[in-house]
């Protein structure tokens, strides 16, 4: 149904993969440079704006049992992404950029600023997630609803505009 729910691939052995693509590890770490990352994280994105929209089509239709269930698939997606960006792109991004202090502090704002994006969406999600049997959450719901698609909005442009150009093998 939605891509977000696909079994990512399990990554090659970390020393095949090194030596395969002469791709090194972030300094101080073994985590790796993947070509295929930003592409699963765009396609993250995507999936999440589409479902975004199914929500907010869902709460427009007042089909509150359907709201919720999507809340739980959204809150998975989510929190997937925001954890695979968290191990391997964040890391590995400040690590290789260690030597360069602004974009280090680049990428230490963006990873501040997400973890709070991450708190307000989770908690949002917390709240809304009995919907489907608590109707009166429906009063609130569309603004805040707004208000958080708003904010997903602006920071996937950021990140990929900004944060995902950056990400480059670290050979040496």
């Known amino acids: 149904m939605f891509g977000l729910f696909k079994r990512k691939k399990t990554p090659k052995p970390l020393e095949a993969e090194s030596t395969q693509n002469n791709f090194r590890s972030a300094p101080g770490t073994t ?46 997606g989510l929190t997937a992404h925001l954890l695979t960006e968290n191990v391997r792109l964040y890391i590995y991004l400040e690590r290789s950029f260690e030597s360069d202090t602004s974009s280090r502090e680049l990428i230490h704002g963006f990873r501040h600023e997400m973890d709070g994006i991450a708190k307000v969406a989770l908690s949002f999600l917390k709240k ?22 708003k904010v997903l909005v602006e920071r996937i442009q950021k990140e990929e505009g900004v944060l995902y150009p950056l990400y480059m093998p670290a050979y040496s």
Request: no cysteine.
């Open 31 to 76: 985590i790796q440079y993947s070509p295929e990352l930003v592409d699963s994280l765009l396609e993250d994105h995507k999936n999440i704006l589409a479902l975004y929209g199914d929500i907010k089509t869902a709460f427009e239709e007042k089909r509150y049992n359907d709201v919720s269930s999507m809340l739980n698939t959204f809150k998975s």
């Open 128 to 149: 809304y997630e009995t919907i489907g049997v608590d109707e009166d959450l429906s009063a609130h719901f569309g603004k805040d609803f707004e208000t958080i698609g």
